[in-house]
């Protein structure tokens, strides 16, 4: 994945709300065998994100926010065969993706990625340890979004650049970017501040240069120390 979200983090897990799966189809999720969704916008944890799914009884009927109909996007293949039956993985009615502009109403950020398969093509259905080690959820599963706390979010989750103190505002392919708090900020929903802000040095060299996601190191370029509050 893209890495957006940095390892510290500061928030109570009251503040983080796990009904909303990431809305995508199962090509939009990560497989880390293909190079060209090693990091995608719905399946990248670090993503704000925004409601696209929230009705709960859209059939008139299902007043659940588990869904254990159907889930065209849970790996498990054809479920139409005999003797197979109907696909009986859940997933969550609810679903959020990446906020798009300033007027946006953000409801938080992502704290997993939503990954369909490892680097070697394992359908991680199969092999949830490793699911857990690479700190990610199948499609259809609700993914974790914090909605309040302080964390650690790269270049990869800002649009521009970010200057100690600027107000934080959605903007394009689930990011932010900042503006003034003298701004007027008219419709705009600002939902943080930032507090700190720091950048790493190429430190790949030694170790062979970029690794599999062409990027020097485990991470190179800014980072922001942020509080977000998208109540």
């Known amino acids: 994945m893209a890495i957006r979200l940095l390892p510290f983090r500061d928030y109570d897990e009251h503040d983080v709300v796990n009904l909303f799966k ?3 189809t199962l090509d939009q999720f990560i497989d880390l065998s293909k190079e060209n969704r090693r990091s995608t916008p719905q399946g990248d944890a670090g993503v704000f994100v925004k409601v ?3 009705v709960l009884n859209q059939d008139g009927t299902s007043w659940d926010p588990v869904d254990i109909e159907s889930n065209p ?3 498990l293949g054809k479920t139409n065969y005999p003797h197979v039956g ?6 969550a009615s609810l679903s959020v993706t990446g906020v798009e502009s300033s007027s946006d109403q953000c409801i938080g950020v992502t704290l997993r990625q939503t990954v369909a398969r490892d680097e070697n093509g394992e359908n991680l259905l199969y092999n949830p340890i490793k699911k857990d080690e690479l700190f990610g959820v199948l499609p259809g599963e609700a993914v974790p979004v914090l909605s309040k706390g302080l964390i650690t979010i790269t270049d990869e989750a800002v649009n521009g650049t970010l200057e100690v103190g600027n107000a934080l505002v959605p903007s394009e392919g689930g990011t932010v970017s900042g503006i003034a ?3 007027d ?3 705009v929903n600002t939902i943080g501040t930032v507090l700190a802000k720091g950048h790493r ?3 790949a060299g030694s170790q062979g240069g970029a690794n599999v996601f062409n990027k020097p190191g485990m991470q190179s370029g800014d980072y922001y120390l942020v509080k977000i509050d998208c109540a």
């Open 22 to 24: 990431s809305a995508g």
């Open 52 to 54: 696209s799914a929230g």
């Open 73 to 75: 996007e849970s790996l």
């Open 86 to 91: 109907r696909n009986v993985y859940p997933q």
């Open 181 to 183: 708090y003298d701004t």
């Open 185 to 187: 900020r008219g419709a």
């Open 201 to 203: 040095n190429d430190f």
